[in-house]
């Protein structure tokens, strides 16, 4: 199958989150599997490895009401067998940092990048000859590419494609005020709340990507389950409800070549299942990194996105009890300021057991998943996550909310690999903070749950087998 995958990031090109893991995972994953796969997504200023872009001698054009927007299209090999294109434009890529915001907000001009960049995708492709079977979107930023490609398109070579939307998170869904319809020229009959973009008399991408695509899917089964009810649905469970027919819940997987503790560049010594003294030796490298007393006491960790999903609030309610105990917690993070203030705060007030880096860092997230002895994400919500995945893989036992995700990979009970609790409470976080210390202190069940975690395989290979036969089914109609 030709497939055409457009996300607005790609590691390790561009990322802010788990979206950029998958898109520099799965269309690889796909290609391995002999499929001919096309990743486009926009040439940010701060793109990483920008060497390695090389021009392709096409360019395109998008015509909005108020003019033309256009720009070249380059190129990158990420492996053997797959391509990343590139969409440079000097006023809505080239001339900032930062994917979707700054320090001030959201960017006001993001309805016309993103729509650049959907319509631009498809456009790409026929620029470079490439006649997808399967247009796979990812996310609001490309909720416009389904649409496009049943109107736009739909005379052309590309209008016979089936297209296939995935929901990372359901909470984004760039919504605009209406006149940005008429800005983006986008015909008025589509703002309607029935089969349109209309939502509560705003336009919302997001819909455009879930009305108009052939297939939809989510990143785990539970989290596919839980959108379609009203308290995890933000509005759009009705319609989801639907269209339950067409979505499926997909786990992700993660690169198992990118977080492998036996060959990861990032740490100071390695280790596998069969062998972890190296665990050792990382957690003491982790605790002099962040700059704590050494020591036997078990290290606490996360790395995250600091924002409401996450949980964070209630981590730092209940971290202040929890730090009573002879504990470490150290974390890497960025996001809403009141939560750096807050773990800020929290360092300040423990100076001997906290540690905390704010900012985005990916070596030091590998050195954090080696090092620690518990990672935890108490989330609100969570469509898949990948840092339990890469955590079990690292033999550090997560610590999780029982939801979406969480609940499908990590395996709770005395003779699983994690710890889960269930209600979004203080008291609840707080029991499984206790569980895990008394599973530290019993070391052999320790590394029982240690082992159990690092042999599972979470790998690319039996997710995107799921793709393919979705796309099969598709193709088939
Ligand atoms: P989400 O996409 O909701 O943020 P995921 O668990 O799916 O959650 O993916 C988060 C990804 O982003 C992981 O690869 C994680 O390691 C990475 N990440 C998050 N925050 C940071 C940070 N501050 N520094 C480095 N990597 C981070
Ligand atoms: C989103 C979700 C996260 C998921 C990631 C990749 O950012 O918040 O749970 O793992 O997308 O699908």
Same mark, same amino acid.
């Given at each position: 199958?030709?497939?055409?995958?457009?996300?607005?990031?790609?590691?390790?090109?561009? #990322? $802010?989150?788990?979206?950029?893991?998958?898109?520099?995972?799965?269309?690889?994953?796909? @290609?391995s599997?002999?499929?001919?796969?096309?990743?486009?997504?926009?040439?940010?200023?701060?793109?990483?490895?920008?060497?390695?872009?090389?021009?392709?001698?096409?360019?395109?054009?998008?015509?909005?009401?108020?003019?033309?927007?256009?720009?070249p299209?380059?190129?990158?090999?990420?492996?053997?067998?797959l391509e990343?294109?590139?969409?440079?434009?000097?006023?809505?890529?080239?001339?900032?940092?930062? %994917?979707?915001?700054?320090?001030? &907000?959201? !960017? &006001?001009?993001?309805?016309?990048? !993103?729509?650049?960049?959907?319509?631009?995708?498809? *456009?790409?492709? *026929?620029?470079?000859g490439?006649?997808?079977?399967?247009?796979?979107?990812?996310?609001?930023?490309?909720?416009?590419?389904?649409?496009?490609?049943?109107?736009?398109?739909?005379? $052309?070579?590309?209008?016979?494609? #089936?297209?296939?939307? $995935?929901?990372?998170?359901?909470?984004? *869904?760039g919504?605009?005020? #209406?006149?940005?319809?008429?800005?983006?020229?986008l015909?008025?009959?589509?703002?309607?709340?029935e089969?349109?973009?209309?939502?509560?008399?705003?336009?919302?991408?997001?819909k455009?990507?879930?009305?108009?695509? +052939?297939?939809?899917?989510?990143?785990?089964?539970?989290?596919?389950?839980?959108?379609?009810?009203?308290?995890?649905?933000?509005?759009?469970?009705?319609?989801?409800?639907?269209?339950?027919?067409?979505?499926?819940?997909?786990?992700?997987?993660?690169?198992?070549?990118?977080?492998?503790?036996?060959?990861d560049?990032?740490?100071?010594?390695?280790?596998?299942?069969?062998? %972890?003294?190296?665990?050792?030796?990382? #957690?003491?490298?982790?605790?002099a990194?962040?700059?704590?007393?050494?020591?036997?006491?078990?290290?606490? @960790?996360?790395?995250?996105?600091l924002?409401?999903?996450?949980?964070?609030?209630?981590?730092?309610?209940?971290?202040?009890?929890?730090?009573?105990?002879?504990?470490?917690?150290?974390?890497?993070?960025?996001?809403?300021?009141?939560?750096?203030?807050?773990?800020?705060?929290?360092?300040?007030?423990?100076p001997?057991?906290?540690?905390?880096?704010?900012?985005?860092?990916? &070596?030091?997230?590998?050195?954090v998943?080696?090092?620690?002895?518990?990672?935890?994400?108490?989330?609100?919500?969570?469509?898949?996550g990948l840092?339990?995945?890469?955590?079990?893989?690292? &033999?550090?036992?997560?610590?999780v909310?029982?939801?979406?995700?969480? @609940?499908?990979?990590?395996?709770?009970?005395?003779?699983g690999?994690?710890?889960?609790?269930?209600?979004?409470?203080? @008291?609840?976080?707080?029991?499984?903070?206790?569980?895990?210390?008394?599973?530290?202190a019993?070391?052999?069940?320790? +590394?029982?749950?240690?082992? /159990?975690?690092? +042999?599972?395989?979470?790998s690319?290979?039996?997710?995107?087998?799921r793709?393919?036969?979705?796309? /099969?089914?598709?193709?088939?109609?």
């Amino acid at each position: 199958m030709k497939i055409l995958f457009i996300s607005s990031e790609v590691a390790p090109f561009s #990322k $802010t989150g788990g979206l950029g893991d998958v898109a520099g995972a799965l269309p690889a994953a796909l @290609a391995s599997l002999g499929h001919d796969v096309k990743v486009v997504t926009p040439r940010y200023r701060g793109l990483r490895d920008a060497a390695r872009l090389t021009p392709t001698g096409q360019s395109l054009v998008v015509r909005f009401p108020s003019g033309e927007a256009s720009g070249p299209i380059l190129s990158a090999r990420l492996s053997d067998n797959l391509e990343v294109l590139f969409l440079e434009n000097a006023f809505f890529y080239g001339n900032r940092d930062g %994917l979707y915001g700054d320090g001030a &907000g959201e !960017f &006001g001009d993001n309805p016309r990048r !993103f729509a650049y960049l959907s319509v631009g995708a498809l *456009q790409a492709a *026929q620029r470079l000859g490439f006649v997808p079977d399967i247009v796979h979107a990812n996310d609001w930023q490309t909720g416009l590419v389904p649409v496009a490609l049943q109107r736009a398109f739909r005379a $052309t070579a590309l209008g016979r494609a #089936k297209s296939v939307f $995935t929901i990372h998170n359901l909470a984004y *869904q760039g919504q605009f005020p #209406k006149d940005t319809m008429g800005d983006l020229g986008l015909p008025w009959d589509l703002f309607t709340a029935e089969g349109g973009l209309e939502f509560y008399d705003a336009v919302n991408f997001l819909k455009g990507g879930l009305v108009f695509s +052939d297939a939809l899917t989510t990143v785990s089964p539970t989290y596919a389950r839980e959108i379609q009810t009203a308290e995890q649905g933000y509005g759009l469970d009705g319609l989801l409800r639907r269209r339950a027919h067409r979505l499926h819940g997909i786990l992700n997987g993660i690169d198992a070549h990118e977080w492998d503790p036996q060959t990861d560049s990032f740490l100071p010594a390695r280790y596998g299942p069969r062998s %972890l003294e190296g665990k050792a030796v990382c #957690k003491r490298d982790l605790l002099a990194r962040f700059g704590l007393p050494p020591g036997d006491a078990p290290v606490f @960790a996360i790395v995250s996105r600091l924002a409401w999903q996450k949980g964070m609030d209630l981590l730092l309610d209940v971290l202040p009890t929890a730090l009573q105990a002879d504990i470490r917690f150290v974390g890497v993070g960025s996001g809403e300021r009141h939560l750096e203030e807050g773990l800020a705060a929290l360092q300040a007030r423990f100076p001997e057991q906290v540690s905390i880096r704010v900012g985005f860092d990916p &070596g030091l997230s590998h050195q954090v998943e080696a090092g620690a002895d518990f990672f935890l994400m108490p989330s609100r919500y969570e469509p898949c996550g990948l840092n339990q995945m890469y955590s079990l893989r690292y &033999g550090t036992v997560p610590i999780v909310r029982a939801t979406g995700g969480l @609940a499908d990979t990590v395996e709770g009970g005395l003779d699983g690999n994690g710890i889960l609790f269930e209600a979004f409470h203080p @008291a609840a976080l707080l029991g499984a903070i206790r569980r895990a210390l008394a599973l530290y202190a019993d070391a052999p069940r320790l +590394d029982e749950f240690r082992r /159990r975690g690092m +042999d599972k395989d979470f790998s690319w290979t039996v997710s995107a087998r799921r793709y393919e036969s979705l796309f /099969r089914e598709l193709l088939a109609e």
